[in-house]
């Protein structure tokens, strides 16, 4: 099965790609109010004018607001809130904005659960899906059946884990570096996570919805001996969900390439680093 087709998110595709399914401080001297000098015989500079304040508290009110109007962009049709950024207006504050709704009410395991019966729960669901779905936990068959069934709706998942267990093969596992049943070899360490940059509702009906979730991932092997390096991806999961249950279920899901940023000047960590910083930090629930 491809990641890339109708039930593909965060698995192995057709390609050995998992992924086709990361200035100076101020210092501050303080002048203590007593005596005419400090220790060291210099004499206290005189008490500023209080003329001299009102100019300059003047001047940096006059700073704060001409950065402010520039921020407004020009205040035109066109840079009114939620005008179009190509258009030269600023993005509409929504898109990136939390909301303030508790985004779940408990957990299935490590994977969220409870979402919210509206647009806000669908987007948090498919949020924390993306990342159950492409942690490293689907790559053994154990794990991965706990995954799919917290995640999807149940009548699919039968179907679903059949073609995983056909995608999920031996030769892909070991092309990543893993044993054929999925386990990582002794002083390495695994890497696979997905983390969502934002959402966006395509479709909601009550008790459907189509989410699109836009994601930055790793994978690779963490460790002295690794070699296959933690390489990053950029990709977009569509996400049809159903209200099943009282909670959101995937139905199907498909995904797209990028979009992609420009790589940055950052300097490649090295593996022990990578290691060392997937074993220490650790994940987060997403809310919208």
């Avoid at 001409?66 to 898109?95: E, V």
């Avoid at 039968?158 to 002083?187: I, M, Q, V």
């Avoid at 969502?196 to 008790?207: I, M, Q």
Wanted: charged share 20%; aromatic share 6%; net charge negative.
């Amino acid at each position: 099965m491809s990641t890339g087709d109708e039930r593909g998110y965060g698995g192995p595709g057709r390609t050995a790609d998992p992924y086709s399914t990361i200035g100076g401080t101020r210092q501050t001297r303080t002048r203590l109010p007593d005596g005419e000098g400090d220790d060291y015989g210099a004499a206290r500079r005189p008490a500023r004018s209080s003329r001299s304040l009102v100019v300059l508290v003047g001047v940096v009110v006059l700073l704060i607001a001409a950065i402010a109007f520039a921020n407004l962009g020009g205040g035109g049709k066109d840079g009114k809130d939620g005008g179009p950024a190509s258009a030269g207006g600023r993005p509409d504050s929504s898109s990136t904005a939390a909301t303030g709704t508790r985004p779940v009410t408990g957990k299935n395991g490590s994977i969220p659960t409870g979402f919210a019966h509206d647009e806000q729960g669908a987007q948090s669901a498919a949020s924390n899906f993306a990342v159950a779905l492409g942690s490293a936990g689907m790559f053994s068959a154990d794990t991965r059946r706990s995954i799919v069934e917290a995640t999807h709706d149940p009548a699919v998942v039968e179907g679903l884990l059949t073609d995983l267990t056909k995608a999920y093969s031996p030769g892909l596992l070991e092309n990543l570096g893993l044993h054929a049943e999925g386990t990582t070899p002794s002083g390495l360490t695994f890497v696979s996570r997905t983390m969502p940059v934002g959402t966006k509702v395509v479709e909601h009906g009550g008790d459907t919805a189509t989410v699109e979730v836009w994601c930055t991932g790793l994978v690779g092997m963490a460790g002295q001996d690794s070699t296959k390096p933690v390489t990053s991806r950029w990709f977009t999961l569509t996400q049809k969900l159903k209200w099943v249950g009282g909670d959101w279920r995937i139905e199907s899901s498909s995904q797209t390439e990028g979009p992609t940023p420009v790589n940055g000047d950052n300097r490649a960590s090295t593996s022990d680093e990578i290691a060392s910083a997937v074993q220490g930090y650790g994940g987060f629930t997403y809310a919208r």
